[in-house]
């Protein structure tokens, strides 16, 4: 069993920055790849980055690669999400994964290939 607990969200105005974090506990071997998720209100979880213990093997949505950058620190079972000059458009829960699959799977982009899910942090960007 894995519990994922996110920190960092909050306010912050068009252009700023925040760093969220996800504190995992529990068998490594069930975070051998995480990822972030966000949502708004009525509409479905968007993938935004993943991360894989081996390499490591980073991919995110098209639309986000330059402004946010996953890492993780697997000696402290923490991973980040840095986002920068943020847009209101960003406004949303974030919500940490993960699964003990590769990013080989064909689904890791999806929800469906994560097992465990941190409880979000809300980001709202306005000014």
């Keep these: 069993q894995v519990q994922l607990v996110e920190s960092g969200g909050g306010l912050v105005q068009p252009g700023g920055s925040l760093r969220l974090s996800c504190a995992a506990s529990g068998r490594s071997s069930e ?4 990822a972030w998720f966000r949502q708004t209100p009525g509409m479905a979880r968007e993938f935004v980055a993943y991360i894989n213990r081996s390499g490591p093997t980073i991919s995110y ?5 330059g402004r946010f950058t996953i890492s993780r620190n ?9 986002m920068d000059n943020l847009e209101p458009e960003d406004t949303a829960v974030y919500y ?4 003990s699959r590769t990013s ?3 689904i890791i ?3 469906a290939a994560y097992d465990y899910w941190g409880q979000g942090t809300q980001v709202t960007v306005s000014s």
């Design 61 to 65: 949505a098209g639309s986000l690669k």
């Design 96 to 99: 940490c994964a993960a699964t």
């Design 109 to 111: 982009l999806t929800e």
């Design 31 to 34: 975070t051998h790849t995480m």
């Design 74 to 82: 697997d000696a402290k079972n923490t991973m980040y999400l840095q």
């Design 104 to 106: 080989l799977a064909a």
